[in-house]
């Protein structure tokens, strides 16, 4: 039975069953090669065994979902470039001539636009329309959003993952869209994790130094307008996170629920990842990060959750481009796990 509810997604999702992880590294020390060798591709193509639900892991129909959503929190200054970037982003996306569908082309993905929480009305063929409200309020003077709007932005997010799943995806990827999103993914972050936002706060679109220090004070204000809201992982996303942030976690819990292995872009998704993780433990099992963003902040994440990204690129530019690329090095994994010879396939003995 399909869940309905955000709490019967929570209590449907378990951790990876570690007789599992055990036998299909157990497959990859009998490969042809020394133990180990091929490290964290290893770690990759075991965890990707453990989760799949045949005998040998696939990655087919691989999807990214870029999520879309605007951000009140423009108003102060925090961003180098205008709220109405994020509509003409869209229409590129649509279009097919950002850096997201170049590389999506390259890893055999297809990229799915949702329009979660846009400030525009856009009428655009390929557009999923799930928008919860438009755009979320600025932060730095009330809450982005109600409870019951991270709910249904959350639920927004549930839906694509499972839509994915149904129509035989086996591997999903999380990219968004919204002019003023790191500011809200640093508020975030410093509530759930917990830190101060000047260790969080970054450069953005490409802020300078006076911007930063913009954004750092927006975001300490949001915290203290906040405050009383961020008692809970849902009320803290409601209170300074986005509607694009929020379908991203949906997309987390959703896919964990079913199974389904996630590949998180860089500062944004991750923000989003944190807040599903906050509020399920178990879904870091399902999550594969793909990149440390050069964003600011986003190695403190790593580092305080004990997560290892796949690259480090220097890249910060969003949109799901980061996880196109983790998708080609997970192809990579699974093609090791399934069609490298074993020792005994060739007649060699172990350690030999």
């Known amino acids: 039975m399909q869940p ?34 091929l490290g964290v591709l290893e770690e990759i193509a075991a965890r990707m065994a453990a989760l799949s639900r045949e005998a040998r892991p696939a990655v087919r129909a691989p999807r990214i979902f870029v999520f879309v959503g605007d951000h009140g929190a423009v108003e102060e200054g925090v961003s180098a470039y205008p709220p109405e970037v994020t ?8 279009a097919g001539g950002a850096a997201i569908n170049v590389l999506a082309r390259r890893a055999g993905a297809e990229v799915r636009v949702v329009d979660v929480g846009m400030r525009d009305r856009v009428d655009v063929p390929g557009l999923i329309g799930r928008n919860v ?13 109600s409870l019951e709007e991270a709910e249904q932005a959350l639920m927004a997010g549930t839906e694509m993952a499972m839509q994915a799943d149904s129509e035989g995806s086996t591997l999903i990827g999380l990219g968004e ?10 508020a975030l972050y410093a509530a759930l994790l917990p830190c101060v936002p000047r260790e969080i706060v970054g450069k953005g679109t490409g802020l300078d130094a006076a911007g930063v220090e913009r954004k750092i004070e ?12 961020l008692t ?6 409601a209170a300074v996170g986005g509607l694009e942030i929020a379908a991203i976690a949906g997309c987390c819990l959703g896919a964990a629920a079913r199974g389904l292995p996630v590949v998180v872009d860089g500062f944004i998704s991750g923000a989003g990842a944190l807040t599903a993780m906050r509020m399920a433990p178990a879904v870091r099992d ?3 990060f793909s990149h440390v963003s050069a964003e600011a902040g986003h190695r403190l994440y790593f580092a305080r959750e004990g997560l290892r990204p796949m690259l480090d690129l220097d890249m910060r530019l969003g949109e799901g481009t980061g996880a196109a690329i983790g998708m080609q090095i997970i192809t990579d994994a699974v093609a090791i796990y399934n069609e490298m010879a074993t020792f005994a396939d060739v007649g060699i003995e172990p350690g030999a």
């Open 286 to 288: 399902y999550l594969f």
């Open 133 to 145: 409200r438009r755009g979320a309020g600025n932060i730095a003077r009330g809450p982005a959003m």
């Open 177 to 186: 869209m919204g002019i003023g999103n790191t500011t809200s993914s640093a």
């Open 232 to 237: 809970d992982p849902l009320s803290a996303l």
């Open 4 to 37: 309905t509810s955000l709490s019967e997604i929570i209590g449907a999702i378990r951790p990876v069953d570690p007789d599992r992880l055990r036998a299909a590294q157990d497959h990859l020390d009998n490969l042809t090669k020394p133990r180990r060798s």
């Open 87 to 94: 509509t003409l982003m869209v229409h590129n996306f649509l």
């Open 218 to 229: 927006t975001v300490t204000r949001a915290l203290a307008v906040n405050r009383e809201r």
